[in-house]
Structures are given as C-alpha cells and as structure tokens.
C-alpha cells in the first residue's frame, strides 16, 4: 500500500509541475501576428443582454482559431455575462491550442487557479477592481501558475498600474460603470503607457480601419466579441474582418 500511496503523490508532483509549467503566450501571440485580433467568445452582456445565448464552446472558439484569431477570450463570469469556467474546457476538448484569455472580474487567488485549472493562458486583472497592492499581488501569484497577466485600465489615473509590469496593457475603451464605449480612449491614452508595453485594445472595435489606426498609433492586439458574436456564424464574421485588413 505504502508504494502505492508514494506512487500517487509522486504523480501529483508532476501534475503541480504541468499546472504551473508556462502555457501558450499570450504576449508573443500578438507580437508575432499580423492581425493582432483576439476574438472573444461572448454569450450575454449586463448592457445588451444576451448576443449569441444558443452560442456553443466547442463550436464557436475553434471556428475563431480555424479562421485567423491570434488569440482568444472566452467570458466566464455567468450571473452577469452568461459564462462559464467549462467554456474554456471544452474548448481546449474541441482542438483549440490558441492562448486563451480567461476574462473575468478577478479579485481573489482562487480565480487565478481556476482560470490555470481550467486551461487559460492569461487572466484579466482590471485596475478599477482591485486596489495597487491587490493587483499586486494577484500578478506575482498569475506568473507564479504559469499565467500572463493583461491588466485593463480605462482612466489616466489607472495608468500608475503599469509599473507594476504586466505582460499585456490593455485599454477598455468601455466604461465600466456607464458602460459608454469610445475608442478614441485608446488613442488618448496610448502614448502615456510605458513605450515598451504591448497594448491591446478593448471593446467597441467593429472596423477594419478602426484596427489599422490602432495599429499606428502602437497597439498589438485588439479584442473584439461581439461585433463577431451577433452574426450568425462568428468565425465566418472573423474570417471576412480579417479579410478587409
């Protein structure tokens, strides 16, 4: 029994070691990708309800992956977003190998080993959520399980979270408590990040140009969700977006 009971813990090590070994990057994704697009799979919204509700994990993000996304997103907040920490589950089951953003409101640990359980490559921290020392230390524990960290700032006076060094800075051009969505945000703001972070661009992007001029003026990645999802077939909708680049 003894041997058996090592045999077992010797295997738990490795499977800690698997957990926490570096997934699939994120940051390099955008660096290397000539669209920057990460397509986000978005059931439901507090503003607009639900987009795509009949809208299925193993369809919707490989169709994304077979169609040009650099990256993905995939919601998992449910009350509010109609999402699930399975969607990212099944859609690692139904083939997708892309980097996958597990997007939620994190604000304790446990997310963060949920979101490395369930198979995502990086987590969303969000400025206006956490406090500078919350955000922190949620940032040197998501490195610790192998995680990228994109933290999303919205204001000027969020931008002091940069220093902290995430892997990925993104602007929510959406916000969050009006819900009142400008892109312009992401222009403004731009040029005051650290000129080497790599910027991402969230939210209210349903324009090729629109991604053009982002690129210009610094950007890397551009998340989009639901220009995509209200269409019929997202990953088509992905398809003719990229097209028009």
């Not at 169709?63 to 399975?86: K, M, P, R, V, W």
């Not at 210009?216 to 992905?238: C, H, S, W």
Request: hydrophobic content about 40%.
């Amino acid at each position: 029994m003894q041997d058996i009971l090592k045999e077992i813990v010797a295997h738990k090590h490795l499977e800690l070691e698997q957990l926490c070994a570096k997934k699939t990057s994120l940051r390099e994704a955008l660096l290397q990708s000539e669209s920057g697009i990460i397509a986000e799979f978005k059931r439901k919204s507090p503003s607009k309800g639900w987009i795509k509700e009949e809208g299925r994990a193993d369809i919707i993000p490989l169709s994304y992956q077979q169609n040009g996304a650099a990256a993905l997103s995939i919601l998992t907040d449910e009350h509010y977003f109609g999402g699930s920490d399975d969607f990212i589950r099944t859609a690692r089951q139904s083939g997708v190998t892309l980097p996958i953003l597990y997007k939620n409101f994190v604000i304790d640990e446990a997310q963060l080993y949920a979101a490395a359980l369930c198979g995502a490559s990086a987590v969303l921290l969000i400025a206006a959520c956490l406090s500078m020392q919350a955000c922190k230390r949620l940032l040197a524990k998501a490195h610790e399980l192998g995680l990228e960290v994109l933290l999303e700032m919205h204001s000027e006076p969020e931008l002091e979270y940069a220093a902290l060094g995430p892997d990925l800075c993104g602007i929510n051009n959406r916000n969050l408590g009006s819900f009142v969505t400008d892109v312009e945000n992401s222009f403004r703001l731009a040029e005051l990040l650290p000129k080497d972070a790599v910027k991402v661009s969230e939210s209210g992007i349903s324009n090729p140009d629109t991604v053009r001029a982002l690129r210009q003026a610094g950007f890397r990645g551009f998340l989009i969700g639901e220009n995509f999802m209200k269409t019929a077939d997202p990953g088509q909708a992905l398809n003719e977006f990229i097209s028009k680049l």
